[in-house]
């Protein structure tokens, strides 16, 4: 397939500003990008492609009789290949069909090989700016063309415009590989401290997760303060092992991905702080990402097709939500708990049971030796006609049931309690969801979140929604507790998509999913 040169979308700017921030010491924001390419007159930009992969793009704008040659990159690993040329040849027609009669630039001194390229268009070195690049002191070289409509420089034009149409039908297939973003990923929302590295947002490279549950186990739940020091002690010694599973160093990484909310205030404070010193110190772009975003994000990871629109549920310790997922980075938040979230609401009736911390995974075994129909809990808001959860009164029904047994001197079956309480959690949010996905008519259902590993509710979802033509995505069961490699991978996203995590951004303890939060603009 033959390199082509378009016009720029707005879909383009997450490509453009990936070559952008690694083309020049100071470069354009997504705003300016997006100003230009919503201009209504006066502008032109383009993009060259190959394969549906953005590979450079080039932009001028058109002040009187000159047009200005305002922006214009490849990519490093597609230079030499006359993609440059390409480019340029399509901004000179582009540039007379709008009634220029000159082509203007400036251009680095040290440029060279631009230099080159421009004097092969008809340029000419007309005088230089000292210090106009102010970050590095440099001078510019300004270059004017002769003018474009006499008939000697359409020549030109003309050749050069032949020579740039051979080059992009004799461009070779390249393979993205290692053009691809490298990203390292930070979490550390709760009480793991994780670090990931990964390519492209699916290759990835290590991944690496220093727990703290044997430290909470003696409380019975996580302790925030307790969490808030484990991560300062094990945030350097995680990373580092990251970056050497993978071989990597920070000069070979694109952006650095942590989280910044939702999660215990404290715990996320120690992952910003350390993500935006590794930032400043390294230079390298910051991303955040939201945790939720990152639960569903570890789906591709078992299905490399999942794509929206989608039904998410994320269930988790401190999470129960039924998200729609019209298009990746856009959430609508259907439904959520009103009180306990799922594995919240395991724990402490695992607490009670004297089980210890944490009491999912426990209260989950016994339930596959116990009867599920043994003990008849409420199914609360089953029938709410809503998208809503509410556990607080399934487990408060489950403790009374248990103080009851205790004080009558009945030795309570704990296989048929674990298994009836697990029935009813279950079949709440298998209906309620199955209910969304009929009615929003989406073809993929996304189980995300630490109770994604609860094997009855893995299988309940699939037999209930495959029988509904749905298909169901479930990570595998490493990805489905905290960890970096989502968080890698959603930061990849946003990172392709030119967002940042300004310096000044804080952690948000109650960061909303379906939030527009400004400081992850750029």
Same mark, same amino acid.
């Given at each position: 397939?033959s390199?082509v040169v ?9 490509a453009?500003?990936t070559?952008?921030n690694k ?8 705003l300016?990008?997006?100003?230009e ?11 060259? @492609?190959h ?7 080039g ?6 009789? $000159?047009?200005?040659?305002? &922006? ?20 000179a ?10 082509l ?5 001194e040290?440029n060279?090989? $631009? ?9 000419? !070195? ?9 970050? !590095?002191?440099?001078h ?7 003018? /474009?409509?006499h008939? %000697?420089?359409?020549?030109r034009?003309? @050749?050069l415009?032949n020579?740039?149409?051979?080059d992009?039908?004799a461009?070779p297939?390249?393979a993205t590989?290692?053009?691809? +973003? ?6 550390? *929302? ?6 990931a590295?990964m390519?492209?947002?699916t ?7 220093a727990?703290?549950?044997?430290f ?6 996580v ?12 945030i350097?010694?995680?990373v ?8 990597a160093?920070?000069g ?12 215990? /205030? ?14 400043l110190?390294? %230079?390298? +772009?910051?991303?955040?990402? &939201?945790?939720?975003?990152g639960?569903?994000?570890? #789906?591709?990871f078992?299905n490399?097709?999942v794509?929206p629109?989608?039904v ?7 999470h129960? *939500?039924l998200?729609?997922v ?6 609508? !938040? ?5 009180d ?5 609401a395991f724990d402490?009736?695992?607490?009670v ?7 999912? +995974?426990v209260?989950s075994?016994?339930?596959?030796e %116990?009867?599920?129909a043994?003990?008849d ?5 089953l ?8 556990l ?7 403790? #009374? ?5 205790? @004080? ?14 697990q ?13 969304a ?9 996304c189980?995300?979140g630490g109770?994604a590993? &609860?094997?009855?509710?893995? @299988?309940s ?13 479930v990570?595998?069961l490493d990805?489905?507790?905290? &960890?970096?490699?989502?968080i ?6 946003r990172f ?10 804080e ?16």
């Amino acid at each position: 397939m033959s390199a082509v040169v378009r016009d720029m979308t707005p879909a383009d700017i997450g490509a453009v500003l990936t070559i952008e921030n690694k083309s020049f010491p100071s470069p354009w924001s997504r705003l300016m990008f997006e100003q230009e390419v919503y201009a209504e007159s006066g502008r032109a930009w383009l993009v060259v @492609e190959h394969d549906g992969v953005v590979l450079g793009y080039g932009g001028l704008a058109l002040l009187d009789e $000159a047009a200005h040659v305002m &922006n214009l990159a490849v990519r490093a690993d597609c230079r030499h290949r006359g993609l440059g040329r390409a480019l340029l040849a399509h901004l000179a027609r582009r540039a007379r069909g709008m009634g220029a009669r000159h082509l203007t630039l400036e251009v680095r001194e040290r440029n060279r090989s $631009a230099m080159a390229l421009y004097e092969a268009a008809g340029l000419k !070195t007309v005088g230089v700016r000292p210090g106009y690049y102010s970050e !590095t002191g440099e001078h510019a070289v300004v270059m004017w063309s002769d003018d /474009i409509t006499h008939p %000697g420089e359409e020549a030109r034009l003309e @050749e050069l415009w032949n020579r740039a149409e051979l080059d992009l039908e004799a461009y070779p297939d390249v393979a993205t590989g290692h053009s691809a +973003p490298l990203v390292l990923g930070i979490e550390t *929302s709760c009480d793991e401290t994780a670090a990931a590295v990964m390519r492209g947002g699916t290759e990835l490279l290590s991944s690496v997760i220093a727990s703290q549950v044997d430290f909470h186990a003696r409380f019975g739940g996580v302790v925030p303060e307790i969490a808030s020091r484990k991560h300062t002690e094990a945030i350097v010694a995680v990373v580092q092992e990251a970056m050497e599973e993978a071989g990597a160093t920070f000069g070979d990484l694109d952006a650095i991905a942590v989280t910044h909310g939702p999660g215990l /205030i404290g715990a996320l404070v120690v992952g910003v702080a350390y993500a935006k010193g590794l930032s400043l110190a390294t %230079g390298l +772009p910051l991303v955040g990402v &939201n945790h939720l975003e990152g639960h569903i994000f570890a #789906n591709p990871f078992a299905n490399d097709d999942v794509t929206p629109p989608l039904v998410a549920l994320v269930v988790s310790g401190g999470h129960t *939500s039924l998200v729609h997922v019209p298009e990746w980075g856009v959430y609508h !938040t259907l439904g959520e708990t009103l009180d306990d979230a799922a594995g919240e609401a395991f724990d402490k009736v695992a607490k009670v049971l004297g089980l210890g911390y944490p009491g999912g +995974p426990v209260l989950s075994s016994l339930a596959e030796e %116990g009867d599920p129909a043994a003990i008849d809990f409420p199914r609360a808001m089953l029938r709410s006609g809503d998208y809503a959860f509410s556990l607080s009164g399934l487990k408060t029904a489950v403790i #009374n049931h248990i103080r009851h047994e205790r @004080e009558a001197g009945r030795e309570i079956h704990v296989p048929d309690l674990a298994a009836s309480f697990q029935q009813a959690v279950i079949d709440v949010q298998v209906t309620k969801a199955t209910r969304a996905a009929k009615e929003l008519g989406v073809q993929w259902f996304c189980l995300a979140g630490g109770v994604a590993a &609860n094997k009855l509710l893995r @299988e309940s979802l699939h037999e209930t929604l495959s029988a509904e033509g749905v298909r169901v995505s479930v990570p595998p069961l490493d990805l489905c507790t905290d &960890n970096a490699a989502m968080i890698a991978a959603a930061g990849t996203w946003r990172f392709l998509r030119g967002e940042r995590l300004y310096l000044d951004a804080e952690a948000v303890a109650d960061l909303r999913l379906d939030a527009d939060d400004a400081s992850l603009k750029t």
